[in-house]
């Protein structure tokens, strides 16, 4: 029974080395809609006939933000509307290490718009160990 109990405390502390404090991941989100009061639209159709729709000012704003050192996986986004205008910037690490940065925007007039920044990020290589 003791050999039992200390492979299985083997077992947890082995997972929690792996898994535990050593790679710390978190993300993180946020979303809020400010949409405008509905207001009546009369559709035409096709031969004459209508219909009644309802129209809001789309108006929203958004992020999120994910962090993981152990995969490399670290990226964020930040976005907002309102009515036909967006905005936003997004940004990750591309696994040469650089980091891509994007700004954005669009609009019903112009069209949809982007800024591509590429940021290099200083790697050390391994230091080689020679054997003499």
């Not at 700004?103 to 590429?118: I, L, Q, R, S």
């Amino acid at each position: 029974m003791y050999f039992k109990v200390l492979c299985l405390s083997s077992l947890i502390v082995a997972i929690f080395v792996q898994y535990g404090q050593c790679h710390a991941a978190y993300s993180s989100q946020h979303f809020s809609k400010h949409d405008g009061h509905p207001e009546i639209v009369h559709v035409k159709g096709h031969h004459g006939h209508g219909h009644v729709d309802y129209h809001t000012h789309p108006k929203y704003e958004f992020g999120y933000k994910v962090v993981d050192h152990h995969t490399g996986d670290m990226k964020h986004q930040h976005e907002h509307r309102d009515g036909d205008v967006v905005k936003g910037v997004y940004s990750l690490h591309q696994p040469d290490g650089s980091e891509r940065t994007v700004h954005y925007h669009g609009d019903h007039h112009t069209g949809f718009h982007a800024d591509v920044k590429f940021g290099t990020h200083h790697i050390i290589p391994p230091k080689h160990h020679h054997h003499y």
